[in-house]
């Protein structure tokens, strides 16, 4: 049975009851809808207009020991130790992002998936840090209040779930546009989940990885 995790909280992956050969760390989210139309015409077509069109993503930032990014790649980042929608894949072939979900969903499944091989991970890479962003969220004046699910999940190589955590409607996430999720880290020779749900107004994960390197 997967964990349910607070903020902070964290489990140990048990490699004794579960396939780490790989784990998929999954996120998911639903836009709230904008209130009913209010003018007769408009209620001929229809109640309820559609969500904002939000483009939420998923990044992964791989550290070493003092919590830092050892190469970023090149002047986009292709290359380097972030993975997101323009690095797919790590030079490494370790942690990889299975692509660019540009709409979000029903909340219940995942959006946007992060494959992290940690059995080949190599020594070097101590932690890797989960995060999410509006992308053009202040262009858009879009932020976390108006996502109604979020969630971050882990799975383990045979797709059953270890781990969840699932971002309620914290009024300290109504003006953030990023979204640090959770991260896996080594901790005496196995490997932790933790819940981390900090957010941070900039919709630029950039800003954040300016943090750790």
Not at 54 to 69: P, S
Request: hydrophobic share 35%; net charge neutral.
């Amino acid at each position: 049975m997967a964990i349910t995790l607070t903020k902070g909280q964290t489990i140990n992956l048990d490699k004794g009851s579960n396939d780490l050969k790989k784990i998929t760390i999954g996120l998911g989210w639903k836009v709230r809808k904008k209130p009913a139309k209010k003018g007769f015409f408009d209620k001929l077509l229809g109640g309820e207009e559609k969500a904002d069109d939000y483009d939420l993503d998923a990044i992964a930032f791989l550290l070493d020991e003092n919590g830092k990014v050892r190469n970023v790649g090149d002047s986009r980042l292709a290359g380097g130790d972030v993975v997101f929608f323009n690095n797919l894949r790590h030079p490494t072939g370790h942690v990889y992002h299975t692509g660019d979900n540009r709409e979000g969903g029903a909340g219940n499944e995942d959006d946007e998936q992060i494959v992290v091989q940690l059995e080949n991970l190599g020594p070097q890479y101590h932690r890797i840090l989960f995060l999410v962003c509006i992308y053009q969220g202040r262009q858009k004046g879009q932020h976390f209040g108006n996502v109604e699910k979020a969630f971050i999940r882990a799975c383990d190589g045979r797709g059953a779930e270890i781990a969840r955590y699932d971002l309620t409607d914290d009024p300290a996430h109504a003006n953030a546009r990023t979204l640090v999720f959770g991260e896996v880290y080594r901790k005496d020779g196995g490997w932790k989940f933790r819940a981390i749900g900090e957010g941070d107004p900039t919709d630029s994960f950039v800003d954040i990885l300016k943090k750790h390197s």
